[in-house]
């Protein structure tokens, strides 16, 4: 087994050993579980972070020092020279003071003043307080989200307080991340979804599904396919749920080159959010994320204040299908009107969690978007065809502004939570023909049980397939085909990409004796048949008859 995936089996063992905890204390399947192992785990990542970084900064110790020595060097400290030590900390590492680390909390489990569970409470709110301008996400009125809750609000009994508070600090102190700071994206991304795959079943009103990393990767490779000639952009997505398409677009851009902008409705979504951006070095855009309602409120705006941000590059996968009859009406103010140019969705007399609110963040992105800038949606499939008047409305301006790049339309499953088909729509500012690019993968992956769902997973080939394809713009007469506006327009502007191949009639050249013979059968098997529907159309007046006069 090679280094990554030891490191993954034992993380993810970490992380199953604090579920356990939970489980031993009536946790699991809670609304608070995912909060405790979340903050547990950032709480142990962010202590051998510091550590990590202090031995790099510390003239008495070297490379091989062991994490018992800093912590012991640490502890030789005052707490005026400590502080000194926070300015050469790197801008991804949060300061701990020493009676905030793991180790001290272990060596202190039997206090009593104050209890032990109230100092493990006093460490997280420390370190939450020390850092909160760095590592804090925000309200849209700019009020400032702390890292960390106390971890004991969520046992009631308060005899059981101390006991639960040691159970988390003995299986965070048997771990350790030291040997994962060298680590890169693609071993954050599996820990990132293994730790988050039992909580992503109800991401909150706008971020319905969690987005699976080879759809991720797809749009990451297929916005940037030249990473050399990109620096110091923006990235945004108004529905980030927890950050997937992000932080793939962030990796494959360098983190140290783009900046991203969130926004999103679900506290849950913000929070796995922070996480994953500070697993990923990505600290300076945390004061980017915002809690909050995109549509009814949008928090990003442009320098002057007067009007909505733009970005360089806009990703998305918003929720599809939702219940905003409560603010629907507001979205039609004439303040609204320029970024929802298509309309918005009617209240249904029924099923209102089934209004379609993905075609107003559509919408939003479209008018988010600089004058060079690039964009991919996740869509539902029935988008690219439907003659629905707002969906009609959004493609037809599309393909009028020539904004249409490409379209794919992916297989079944691949959200192993929703039935629902999706395609991708990738959008561009800049294009510079009026061809459209389309794919259609719906025959690719295979078929695992995810749970008690069906996933498709697609095959490395199959996503390096993909991407190939798209980029070189290359057709394939069973899976892409190149297209221009023009076509689009006289099919009533329709996306499927299925529509525009090219069918190919194979002839075969037969026989007149043989072409006689074969029509000969034909109407023979067409007489029998008729006289059968014949003979059944009798007996069933009959029967209707008989019982009329019954």
Known sequence: MDKERQLIVKTSRMIDDLKAVCGEYGLSNTGNEYKIIADSFLYKYLNDKFLYEFKRIDKNLSKGSTTKEVEEEIMKLSPVEMSKYRYGLGANVAYIRKEFLVSYLFNNKNSTTPKFYELFDNALDGISNDNIDIFSVRTGSKEKIKLFSPISQYIIESNKKNDF????????????????????????????????????????????????????????????????????????????????????????????????????????????LRLNLILNNLVHSLDNVVHGNTLLNPAHLNKEGNKLAQFDYIVSNPPFKTDFSDYRDKLEDDKYSDRFFAGVPTIPKKEKDKMSIYLLFIQHIIYSLKDNGKAAIVVPTGFLTTQNKIEFKIRKYLIENNYIEGIISMPSNIFANTGTNVSIIFISRIKINH????????????????????????????????????????????????????????????????????????????????????????????????????????????????????
Do not use: W
Request: aromatic share 12%.
């Open 165 to 272: 508070a040691k159970a988390i600090i003995d299986k965070l102190v048997e771990f350790s991340f030291d040997e994962v700071f060298e680590e890169k994206y693609d071993f954050f991304a599996t820990i990132f979804e293994y730790l988050i795959k039992d909580y992503n079943k109800d991401f909150g009103k706008y971020a319905e599904y969690y987005t699976p990393n080879s759809i991720a990767r797809i749009i990451a490779k297929i916005l940037v396919p030249d990473t050399d000639k990109v620096r110091n952009v923006s990235i945004y997505d108004p529905a980030a749920g927890s950050g997937t398409l992000l932080l793939a677009l962030a990796h494959e851009i360098g983190e140290e080159d783009c900046t991203l902008y969130t926004q999103d409705i679900s506290q849950k979504s913000n929070e796995f």
């Open 435 to 550: 061809n459209v690019f389309m794919l259609d993968v719906t025959s690719f992956g295979k078929k695992e049980k995810d749970g008690k769902n069906q996933r498709t997973i697609l095959s490395k080939n199959e996503l390096n397939t993909i991407v190939d394809l798209y980029t070189k713009q290359e057709v394939n007469k069973k899976i892409s085909v190149l297209t221009d506006t023009d076509t689009i327009k006289n099919n009533k502007f329709s996306y499927a990409p299925n529509q525009y191949f090219v069918v190919d009639i194979v002839k075969d050249n037969i026989s007149k004796e043989r072409f006689k013979l074969d029509m000969s059968n034909f109407r023979r098997e067409l007489k029998d048949s008729l006289s059968k529907s014949e003979k059944l159309y009798k007996e069933l007046l009959e029967e209707l008859e008989k019982i009329k006069y019954e």
